[in-house]
């Protein structure tokens, strides 16, 4: 039997020292059958997939929970910490410059099995938002977290898309712009 828990965490430390996972080398460390994690994960972009939800995961706590303020400004303070987070993050931007193809399916679509649990959480963040009174969205919110996803993804992926560096700035001004709050750089902290 598979112990899902010890291999996800063996395979997050791996993939934090070194950008990459290898299954056959995990399936030693863990002492299973590389197989049977193929079987388990779906493959190495489902054990990747499940690696890198669990790194968003704790972004996304991290930067909601460092997040000011309500409704509009408080979201979009949220996804310019989470872009923050990622830019920092070494293991990430390593995985990205190395493999950007798999990278981008595995992060980027709904298939990859990243993008759809962010859109979800960034769901979750809304509806907080919302009935506290404190967001009035101007389109559905499924809608709504979908778009704000991909514009935070424009701006953390903006040297695969567009070759310029990623700016977490830019995604707490676009997306308080698309909530309809102020998008005066001024307003928002600077990204460190």
């Known amino acids: 039997m598979i112990d899902y828990d010890a291999v996800l965490d063996t395979a997050r430390d791996t993939f934090i020292t070194r950008g990459r996972i290898e299954v ?4 030693q460390t863990v002492g299973v059958n590389r197989s ?5 994960f779906n493959g190495r972009d489902g054990l990747l997939a499940e690696v890198i939800w669990s790194m968003a995961d704790l972004a ?3 930067a909601h929970r460092r997040a000011a303020g309500v409704g509009a400004v408080k979201i979009a303070e949220m996804l310019g910490e989470f872009a923050a987070i990622s830019n920092r993050d070494v293991a990430f931007r390593r995985f990205l410059a190395h493999e950007p193809e798999r990278a ?3 992060m980027t679509t709904w298939s990859g099995g990243v993008q759809p649990r962010i859109v ?8 907080e938002q919302v009935t506290a009174g404190a967001l009035v969205p101007s389109l559905p919110l499924d809608d ?9 993804e424009t701006f953390v992926y903006a040297n695969l898309i567009t070759g310029e560096e990623p700016d977490a700035v830019k995604v707490r001004q676009a ?3 698309m909530l309809g709050a102020p998008a005066d750089p001024a307003t928002f902290r600077k990204a460190s």
């Open 144 to 152: 709504l977290a979908l778009i704000l996803v991909r514009i935070t």
């Open 36 to 40: 049977t994690i193929y079987r388990r």
């Open 24 to 27: 056959g080398e995990l399936a």
């Open 175 to 177: 997306c308080a712009a």
């Open 60 to 62: 996304l706590n991290t």
């Open 120 to 127: 979800g959480r960034v769901r979750d963040f809304l509806t």
């Open 104 to 106: 981008f399916k595995i």
